[in-house]
């Protein structure tokens, strides 16, 4: 990863978009279980969304977010490198859900991760993706941001079942933020206006993500996928 993003400016700056936030956690939230694991929860922007009444684990590879998160909620807190085998803690816990918004795509070896993810997972358990799309808009943002790749429907679901997961739901998700990301990435350097486009973002096209809940987008800027591990599934 970068240095950029492995530091706390881009979370920081992400912090303003409480809409985007809560936008992304009602995706998630009709698909809990009761046992949760939360895959890079850095600042925790999602993670204090999480309804009260659920077990919920965090966990990043980022000893700072590690330290902070264990500071400020009460959940448990797991330092994990999702290239890496889980630890042990997590290995016995079983989550009946894995929920990740825009953390697959820093990762350099995904598929790797997401077959510890089918490793830890309970059988029955559901996967939770939130991911960047559609290759052909990256750019110099994506490359200061840590990002390794954006990914299309078809190399998503590929990977998803290469670990041995059905996929129940998987679909395009902001329509004009594709354009707009486009676009973004052909302005000067994002360092000088990223922190006022989030707010403008969070203010002027979030409000089109609740319109695009009963609507099928034939593409957007991300992807949401739903993922399950087979009751009687065993890793590949």
Known sequence: ????????????????????????????????????????????HLSRLVPQKKSLTLSD???DYVSFLSKHF?????AWDIQKPPPELLAKLTPDTIFSANVLEHIPDDKKAISHFFRVLRPGG???LFVPARPEISGPIDSR????????PRVLSFLLKSAGFEIKELRYYNFLGFFAWW?????????????????????LLTPFLYL???????FGQSLFAVAQKPVLGNTP
């Open 145 to 152: 941001l840590g990002h390794c790749r954006r990914y299309t």
């Open 1 to 44: 990863m970068s240095n950029y993003y492995s530091g706390h400016a881009v979370l920081e700056n992400v912090a303003v978009m409480h809409r985007y936030h809560q936008w992304i956690m009602d995706r998630f939230i009709s698909n809990f279980g009761e046992n949760i694991l939360e895959i890079g929860s850095g600042l925790g």
């Open 61 to 63: 590879i980022n000893r």
């Open 74 to 78: 009460p959940h448990r807190v797991v």
């Open 212 to 218: 695009e809940n009963h609507l099928s987008v034939p």
């Open 183 to 203: 676009l973004a990435n052909r302005l000067p350097p994002f360092e000088n206006y990223y922190p006022l486009t989030q707010k403008i973002y969070d203010a």
């Open 126 to 128: 559901k996967l939770l």
